[in-house]
């Protein structure tokens, strides 16, 4: 049998970032990710407990799945999520089913659109922005947290787990990481120290709405009609965003 007979299909993925966040020379800049089709052997690190335990199983399958040769730590959240939801088109197909209020809810991948950017607010190669806080007027830039931050987040809030397992820190973890400086200050210690100790909530809130609604992503939240009448949710993506079609 020939090689060729075998080649993969693959498709293009647009990334929601247009690949503006990401350095010229990286080949995330174009916006656009090549992607194989699913396999029995993806379908075998959906089933590894090993990577289910450890929560790494739905990053081991985007590896598995992308083709082209890009660092996986510098994708930014909104692709990450961009990528998962084509992987399970080219997985399992268009259609996705889930529960919510006790109600089955049938929607079709493929007309999820990526949130419209303002790209005004972004500079070719440069994952910085800035942000002035309503209340104390302090001035703020901040990045968008890459697969790489969201590692190192996660490593960071096991260790405190440790030290005090009653300790909830996922917010404040996750905007030290965030923040490159505040007002001018960009030493790690100065960022920690306004966070924990300056970092007003009503500011905290403000910043965190202000990102939300620009970032690039995958717009999940959709119409639905229920009994009461129609509501908007977000489309949940985890692990059953795979596991029912994958007989487990």
């Not at 730590?73 to 990450?80: A, F, P, Q, S, Y």
């Not at 800035?130 to 096991?158: A, C, M, N």
């Not at 973890?173 to 009503?202: H, N």
């Amino acid at each position: 049998m020939s090689e060729e007979k075998y080649k993969f299909p693959t498709e293009i993925v647009e990334l929601p970032s247009k690949g503006l966040v990401y350095d010229k020379e990286s080949p995330l800049s174009s916006g656009k990710i090549e992607m194989k089709y699913m396999t029995a052997k993806e379908e075998d690190i959906l089933t590894n407990q090993s990577y289910i335990q450890n929560g790494t199983v739905l990053d081991k399958l985007l590896k598995a799945l992308i083709v082209s040769k890009v660092n996986y730590n510098d994708l930014i959240v909104g692709d990450k999520n961009a990528l998962l939801i084509a992987a399970r088109i080219l997985g399992y197909g268009n259609d996705y089913e889930f529960s919510y209020k006790d109600e089955k809810i049938k929607i079709d991948l493929s007309t999820l659109e990526n949130k419209e950017i303002d790209k005004s607010k972004f500079e070719q190669g440069k994952n910085e922005f800035s942000f002035t806080l309503p209340k104390s007027g302090s001035i703020i830039t901040f990045k968008l947290l890459t697969h790489g931050d969201e590692v190192k987040i996660e490593r960071e809030l096991k260790g405190l787990k440790k030290i005090n397992p009653k300790l909830s820190a996922d917010l404040s973890t996750r905007l030290k990481y965030m923040i490159l400086s505040i007002d001018g200050k960009d030493e790690a210690k100065d960022i920690r120290e306004f966070v924990d100790t300056y970092f007003l909530a009503q500011d905290s809130r403000s910043l965190r709405n202000y990102i939300k609604d620009f970032q690039p992503d995958v717009n999940l939240n959709i119409p639905i009609e229920l009994q009461g009448g129609e509501e908007n949710i977000t489309i949940p993506i985890g692990l059953t965003f795979f596991w029912p079609d994958a007989d487990l």
